[in-house]
């Protein structure tokens, strides 16, 4: 068995929901659509358990009503399990990984400028990366966006 | 309590970005230092999706002039992945002899930057002058220095004859003689050795929690090299080792570019003996099928990401960019506490963030609330008379070493 075999395995025998939903595109590559509830126990069981300490990035998706975030974590054998979860975007939003990577927050902060994505727990801090006086309610990767809404918005403001 | 607080930027000639610090000082002392960045984003991700597969290369080759074919390579192989597209051999092999070259054209820019950081500007002469050979060589193979265009989706664009292969192997003769002796002067300057060592330390816990890569995290005795770890272009069949350091500091830094450099060489030359033959490229589609890839690379200032999303169209769906700053930058606060002010641009230039010219401003906000302005420069020379004061004095050198 290979060793993304062996993690896959891992994965599933914890948890069951994750049954048919972990694939494994091509070696050293695993992509799992993780169920809300069981997100942030995957998370802790992969960085601890199953030694993947790095966290890449997190890539944010606007999937129409939903917002998904794929967290890329790696390991030092170079193995990176993509964890993907999906929430409802006037939903409650989905919680900060900081406490597991402390890293993680500059990634977090783009996905709140970016995509209006709600992180419980992040800290308080300056924004990244839009500019202090960019205005409110404007997520530029999300696909209703674009620059024309914007100069409309601020024409209508300066009339 | 801390006396002054300063901002440092946001225009910043140190970085690819203009960034600020905001500084708390203490005396001489950094007691905490935050950073804040995205004055220069340009909605590169976003433009990504409103054009095509091929538009988007050119586009993501301009995220950075020094790292332009990491980028373009990285991009391209998470495209390649989703469109189950193998590019030739040869043309694996070009890429990565482009990359390599691209590694030692960055890597010598560093060194002379963190030369000129510390006042140490015939270190700055030298290795600019040697960088101009890599950057002819790179301009010969591709034509251009910078920004190369050897890439398109399904492999490489150009060859490598074999008359430009002799050439390269000249070059690397003479850049492997320069960098021998690069090495010897950081292995035994005092000078440099006393500037350089314990500035700038980040321990190897830190490197783990903040994620950092690059020469950054192996100069902590992290082992984190993607050519390794997850090899792609042609690096799975080629020899090199990984250099680390333990010194942890911008010295450890030094010592693990200029290191790295020869195994650039190693690997270029090895590349250029084994290259295969064959055709240069695949024939790619249009549109790409519905599909999802993540690929890294390491690119000379640490790990490149790029996650791309398809959906069967010309265009993507979602292209994701993590380049190596953003990953090394939050470090910078951490190295800059408890630190003097005047190893503030050797510690910024340590990360090797990519360098533009622009000016720079801090603004010193003094007890009796008069304002005093004082540029980049002003900081520079600072740091310098700062040190020579205490007996770390470059112009003393000059003319002492013979090349």
Not at chain 1, 122 to 141: F, I, N, S, T, V
Request: aromatic residues 8%.
């Amino acid at each position: 068995m290979s060793e993304e075999e062996r993690i896959r395995e891992g994965l599933l025998k914890r948890f069951s929901s994750l049954e048919g939903k972990i694939r494994l595109q091509r070696a050293k590559r695993l992509f799992a659509d993780v169920p809300c509830d069981d997100f942030t126990a995957a998370l802790e069981y992969a960085s601890r358990e199953l030694r993947f300490q790095m966290l890449l990035t997190i890539t944010g998706l606007d999937e129409g009503e939903n917002l998904g975030f794929i967290y890329h974590l790696a390991r030092e054998d170079g193995i990176t399990l993509n964890l993907k979860i999906s929430v409802k975007k006037d939903g409650p939003g989905i919680r900060t990984v900081t406490p597991y990577f402390p890293g993680a927050e500059i990634y977090e902060r783009e996905l709140v400028d970016l995509l209006g994505a709600r992180i419980e727990g992040l800290k308080e801090g300056r924004r990244y990366p839009l500019p202090d006086d960019w205005p409110e309610g404007q997520y530029p990767l999300r696909k209703d966006w674009n620059t024309k809404a914007l100069k409309d918005k601020e024409a209508n403001k300066n009339a | 309590m801390h006396d002054i607080r300063i901002p440092v930027g946001p225009q910043h000639p140190a970085l690819k970005e203009p960034e600020s610090f905001r500084l708390a000082l203490s005396g001489e002392k950094i007691m905490e230092a935050s950073v804040r960045l995205g004055y220069n984003h340009r909605g590169i991700e976003k433009a990504c999706e409103e054009r095509t597969y091929i538009q988007d290369l050119y586009l993501i080759e301009r995220i950075c002039g020094i790292c332009s074919h990491a980028h373009s390579t990285c991009f391209l192989q998470a495209v390649e992945e989703i469109a189950g597209l193998e590019i030739p051999r040869r043309a694996a092999y070009i890429r990565t002899v482009i990359a390599e070259l691209e590694r030692i054209h960055s890597h010598l820019l560093w060194l002379g930057v963190a030369g000129h950081e510390v006042g140490f500007d015939t270190l700055l002469m030298y290795s600019w002058k040697d960088r101009e050979i890599v950057l002819d060589l790179l301009a010969q193979m591709t034509g251009n220095r910078v920004n190369y265009g050897i890439n398109t989706i399904g492999g490489v664009r150009r060859d490598i004859t074999a008359a430009l292969a002799k050439e390269v192997i000249k070059g690397i003769d003479t850049l492997e003689k320069r960098t021998g002796y690069y090495i010897e002067v950081a292995r035994q300057e005092p000078t440099l050795i006393n500037r350089l060592s314990g500035v700038g330390v980040l321990s190897r816990q830190d490197v783990l929690s903040l994620g950092a890569v690059g020469p950054t995290a192996r100069a902590s005795g992290v082992v984190r090299d993607v050519r390794k770890d997850d090899p792609y272009a042609a690096y799975g069949e080629l020899d090199f080792d990984v250099i680390t350091d333990k010194h942890n500091d911008v010295y450890g830094r030094t010592l693990v570019r200029l290191k790295e450099l020869l195994e650039s060489y190693k690997i270029i030359r090895q590349a250029l003996d084994d290259m295969p033959q064959g055709q240069l490229a695949v024939k790619a589609p249009r549109k790409i099928p519905a599909g999802e890839a993540l690929s890294r690379y390491e690119a000379p200032r640490g790990e490149d990401v790029h996650y791309v999303k398809s959906n069967g169209t010309d265009k993507p769906e979602r292209v994701k960019v993590r380049a190596p700053t953003l990953a090394n930058i939050q470090t910078v606060a951490l190295m800059l506490e408890d630190r003097y002010l005047a190893d503030m641009p050797i510690v910024v230039a340590a990360i090797d963030p990519c360098f533009s010219c622009t000016d720079r401003l801090i603004s010193l906000k003094q007890e009796h609330r008069r304002r005093r302005v004082t540029r980049w420069e002003e900081l520079r020379v600072y740091g310098i008379e700062w040190y020579r004061r205490r007996g770390v004095d470059f112009s003393r050198l000059n003319g002492n070493f013979k090349l």
